[in-house]
């Protein structure tokens, strides 16, 4: 069905990753390409020059070894890591890239999300290609 899937993962929320991984395969057409992506929330200045000198270096590093070991070694998943707000790199991203589904896990609302969103809902909202959510 779609050439090119992007599947948000957060690493804290591992197991959701598998579950969207093996959804965005199924999604997956023939020759297809599937990009696992990880956004890493940027530190404000004032606390980065407190972290001794190479931590976000490795931690992206470890993110990415992370993203690696979720994909299994399959030729047509690819990790990448950016840096940025998860809602709007997520949709940054995927129009970037020419994405044309994004598969993304969800947890039930709370009464927070109906004042804040969450980062799927937000990305339901305003991506420019299909969005497959799951909880």
Same mark, same amino acid.
């Given at each position: 069905m779609y050439k090119n899937v992007l599947v948000p993962v957060a690493l804290d929320h591992?197991?959701?990753?598998n579950t969207a991984l093996a959804v965005a395969r199924q999604l997956l057409d023939q020759?297809?390409?599937?990009?696992?992506?990880?956004?890493?929330e940027e530190i404000p200045g004032f606390a980065a020059s407190h972290l001794p000198e190479g931590t976000? *270096?490795?931690?992206?590093?470890?993110?990415?070894n992370a993203l *690696?070991?979720?994909a299994g070694g399959a030729g047509d998943v690819t990790p990448k890591v950016v840096w940025g707000h998860s809602g709007r790199t997520?949709?940054?991203?995927?129009e970037d890239n020419k994405t044309d589904c994004i598969v993304i896990a969800s947890h039930k609302p709370g009464l927070e999300d109906y004042f804040l969103g969450s980062t799927a809902a937000r990305v339901v909202r305003h991506a420019?290609?299909?969005v497959h959510v799951m909880r």
């Open positions: 591992a197991e959701k990753g020759g297809g390409q599937i990009t696992l992506l990880h956004v890493m976000l *270096r490795r931690n992206e590093d470890a993110a990415v *690696r070991e979720l997520i949709l940054d991203y995927a420019q290609c299909c």
